[in-house]
Nanobody
Framework: QVQLVVSGGGLVQVGGSLRLSCVAS????????MAWFRQAPGKERELVAA????????YIGDSVKGRFTISRDNTKSTVYLQMDSLKPEDTAVYYCARRISAPSYYTRSPSGYDYWGQGTQVTVSS
């Protein structure tokens, strides 16, 4: 069974930092591109960041560019999202997702991903 377990969310003040972790099991982790999405109430699920199978290419969404970093450790089957300089508009539920095998390692559409973590709440207070 493929399982993605997310941790690291919480409450943080404006300007603070959090690091989210997503630990994968039931798959050959190094074969798959991974991504982080977020969804705020009343908003569409938004691609935040993505990383290819080897960690050599990354995508960072415009809204978080310069503040968020995605990385992976294939020896630990873990993908990370380092979030710095957090803003209230970063408040959302954050999801880890596995990319469906495709020519590109990411797409903005959630339909391009086949397994999802449970989500973790990130709240940034002003």
């Amino acid at each position: 069974q493929v399982q993605l377990v997310v941790s690291g969310g919480g409450l943080v003040q404006v300007g603070g930092s959090l690091r989210l972790s997503c630990v994968a099991s039931g798959l050959t982790f190094s074969n798959y591109a991974m991504a982080w999405f977020r969804q705020a109430p009343g908003k569409e699920r938004e691609l935040v960041a993505a990383i290819n199978y080897g960690g050599t290419s990354t995508y960072i969404g415009d809204s978080v560019k310069g503040r968020f970093t995605i990385s992976r450790d294939n020896t630990k089957s873990t993908v990370y999202l380092q979030m710095d300089s957090l803003k209230p508009e970063d408040t959302a539920v954050y999801y880890c997702a596995r990319r469906i095998s495709a020519p590109s390692y990411y797409t903005r559409s959630p339909s391009g991903y086949d397994y999802w973590g449970q989500g973790t709440q990130v709240t940034v207070s002003s």
